[in-house]
């Protein structure tokens, strides 16, 4: 359940409620955060790493969608600018891709970057792109 201080919130605010520190990616109707983006980050991993050091996160927490990974494009400037001022590692920047946990094809995996979603090798050392974890939160 959130406590009184979640509520009223907007992408790119700190999420540091019920021990969850992370980013805010997207709020409800009702201004309450809906999904985080974490703050710990995985450096030049191919896809399959990236699938695998999110399963240790544990805790609702899992490597992005192609859809929720589109929210956080969608919402990279308020994300980041809340980054941004709390000195922290920003999202999508220029020339840097995120991997998504949705397949494209049996070989291929999305990963999105400022300019969107592409298919890229699961496998490849010439493929190897930065990973966050997101969570859905059950609103009460």
Same mark, same amino acid.
């Given at each position: 359940m959130l406590t009184a201080a979640c509520r009223g919130a907007e992408p790119g605010d700190i999420y540091n409620c019920d021990g969850v520190k992370s980013v805010i990616v997207a709020v409800?109707? +009702?201004? +309450?955060p809906s @999904?985080? @983006?974490?703050l710990d980050e995985a450096i030049n991993i191919d896809a399959d790493s990236a699938l695998?050091?999110?399963?240790?996160?544990?805790?609702?927490?899992?490597?992005p969608s192609k859809a929720e990974m589109e929210i956080? *494009?969608?919402? *990279?400037?308020?994300?980041n600018r809340?980054?941004?001022?709390?000195?922290?590692? &920003?999202?999508?920047? +220029?020339?840097? %891709?995120?991997?998504?946990s949705t397949p494209c094809s049996d070989?291929? &995996?999305y990963? !999105?970057?400022?300019?969107?979603?592409? !298919? %890229?090798?699961r496998t490849n050392a010439s493929h190897?792109? *930065?990973? *966050?974890?997101?969570? &859905?939160?059950?609103q009460q």
């Open positions: 409800d109707a +009702n201004g +309450n @999904m985080v @983006m974490s695998s050091w999110s399963l240790h996160v544990g805790n609702g927490w899992h490597l956080v *494009r969608k919402n *990279r400037s308020l994300i809340g980054l941004e001022l709390k000195k922290l590692s &920003v999202v999508l920047r +220029n020339n840097t %891709y995120y991997w998504t070989s291929h &995996v990963a !999105c970057g400022p300019d969107g979603l592409k !298919c %890229y090798f190897c792109y *930065r990973a *966050r974890t997101v969570k &859905v939160l059950e």
